[in-house]
Each structure stands twice: as structure tokens, then as C-alpha cells.
């Protein structure tokens, strides 16, 4: 069966290293930080401040796949293009994309050169999906993050509740899809991960990012093993009957209904 393929973001080379000998073939180096912080104040997300350095030690130590999120598209972004590919990217991914225009003159800025894949995370990028799904894109990632902040969604998981992701996954029916987050199997908060994991299968998406409490919940645990509990539960998922996806999916969007309740009450 085929499986949910996890992408390591890079934040410190044993980890990456640890990772790799436990069966990770795909990481990716995060340079995407232009207008992020004010985009995202107030909200628990996580800025990195990498770039060529950090994606040169990448490619030194592992062997698999390794992309790179550049800025979104600006005059910038030829530079970008031509230093990852340079430091061994064979992934460039373009975030906050908001029109087929964009995506356009970075596939022309990449030039073959390496995959191209992009972040839909806009409003914008929601209303022209049809058209993005038309590019030769290599992977299509729902960013639920930012995707929440522009939207003003309390939780960031509503955008899977209450049907988005299911629009946007049949517009890119021919893609690498991805949404969310990975973590240990009996993680994740406020979603228990073992939930948002059926959600992922409901959805048949092929990748996933793997979440910031990854590092922590994994630090005392066999990596490995744990991408194993995994395995096993996407296995199992993907035998469910379309009944059996519904009510797990009703489960999920009541999760989620409550996750928005508290944040009503606590704030985000």
C-alpha cells in the first residue's frame, strides 16, 4: 500500500542525521521568512532564519530528497532559485502563492532545473485552484496555518472541517497532495494526531509535513518504530469502507468544533 511519506523540516543536523538512519528520505530547509512575522504576530507558529548554509549541511548529510521553501515570489526570487539549486535542492517550494501568474514565472525561474512545488495557503490561491492544478507541479502542500490567519479562523484545522481541503484535493486530483502535520501516533493537541491521520487518508494525501512537537515528541522515543505505529495505522485506514471515513471525518469536525470553542473562550 502506498504510504504517507513524511518531510523533515531541518533545525539541527543530529536530528536530521537520526532521522535519516530511521527511514525519513525527505527533508526540507525552510528560507521563507520575508513579511512572516508580521503576517503571523500573535499567533503560536514558528519562523526560521535558514538559508544557504543550513541547506549545505542538509545535502552533506543525507542521501534522500531535499527541498527548500523560498520567500514568496518577488525580486528575490531568481536569486533564491539559483542558490538552492546550487546547494542541492531537488525541490523548490513557493509559498503564499495567489495567482496562476506567479506560479508561472517561478516554473520559469526553476527552468527544469528541479521540481517545483507550491504552498496553497491564500484565499486567493483557494479561488484560483483550478487554475494552479493546470502546472506541472511536482507537489501541492494546504499551508493551514496562514491559510487560518487570512481566513480568520479561530482553529487552524477548520479549513479541514468544513470541507476546503476536500475542494482543493479534487481540484489537484493529479497531484502529489499534502495537508497538515505529522507527529508520534499517540500525540498531537489540540487534534489528537491518530485523528488528523484519518483525515489525511480520508483525503488520500501522499505527503505530510512533519509538526513542530515532532522533535519534542519523538526526543526519547526510537524514531523508526514510531514511523512504523504509522505505517501500520495508514494501512489499516486505508481499508476503511467511504461509511467508515464519514463518521471518523464527524469526529474530527466536532474535534474541531471544540478546539474553535475554547479559543473563543482562551483566545489563539
Known amino acids: 500500500m502506498t504510504r504517507l511519506e513524511p518531510i523533515l523540516f ?3 543536523p543530529a536530528l536530521a542525521e537520526r532521522a ?3 527511514g525519513v528520505r525527505h527533508f526540507i530547509v525552510d528560507w521563507e521568512n520575508k513579511e512572516k512575522a508580521a503576517r503571523q504576530r500573535g499567533f503560536d507558529t514558528q519562523i526560521n532564519d ?3 548554509t543550513e541547506l549545505r549541511v542538509l545535502r552533506a548529510l543525507v542521501d534522500g530528497l531535499v527541498s527548500c521553501r523560498v520567500n514568496a515570489l518577488g525580486p528575490w526570487t531568481a536569486l533564491e532559485v539559483e542558490q538552492a539549486l546550487a546547494a542541492g535542492a ?6 503564499m502563492v495567489k495567482s496562476p501568474g506567479q506560479v508561472d514565472a517561478f516554473l520559469r525561474q526553476i527552468d527544469g532545473r528541479a521540481q517545483a512545488a507550491i504552498l ?3 484565499p486567493e490561491a483557494c479561488a484560483c485552484a483550478t487554475e494552479l492544478a493546470s502546472f506541472p ?3 501541492v502542500y494546504v499551508g493551514l496555518n496562514d491559510l487560518a490567519i487570512a481566513r480568520g479562523s479561530r482553529s487552524i484545522f477548520s479549513a479541514l472541517a468544513d470541507g476546503t481541503v476536500d475542494r482543493l484535493r479534487e481540484c489537484f486530483s493529479s497531484h502529489a497532495f499534502g495537508a497538515a502535520g505529522l507527529t508520534r501516533l499517540d500525540a498531537g493537541a489540540p487534534i489528537p494526531f491518530a ?3 484519518a483525515e489525511l487518508e480520508r483525503l488520500d494525501c501522499r505527503f505530510t509535513f512533519a509538526r513542530r512537537s515532532f ?6 522515543r526510537d524514531i523508526a518504530a514510531e514511523l512504523a505505529k504509522i505505517d501500520r495505522a495508514w494501512d489499516a485506514l486505508r481499508l476503511r469502507t467511504a461509511a467508515e471515513r464519514q463518521a471518523t471525518h464527524a469526529r474530527f469536525a466536532a474535534a474541531v468544533d471544540d478546539d474553535e470553542r475554547r479559543l473563543r473562550v482562551s483566545g489563539p
Open 50 to 52: 535558514h538559508g544557504v
Open 215 to 220: 522533535e519534542r515528541d519523538m526526543a526519547e
Open 137 to 139: 507541479l511536482a507537489m
Open 20 to 22: 535519516w538512519h530511521s
Open 195 to 197: 485523528l488528523l491521520l
Open 10 to 12: 531541518f533545525s539541527d
Open 120 to 122: 496553497v495557503e491564500t
Open 90 to 95: 531537488t525541490t523548490l517550494f513557493l509559498p
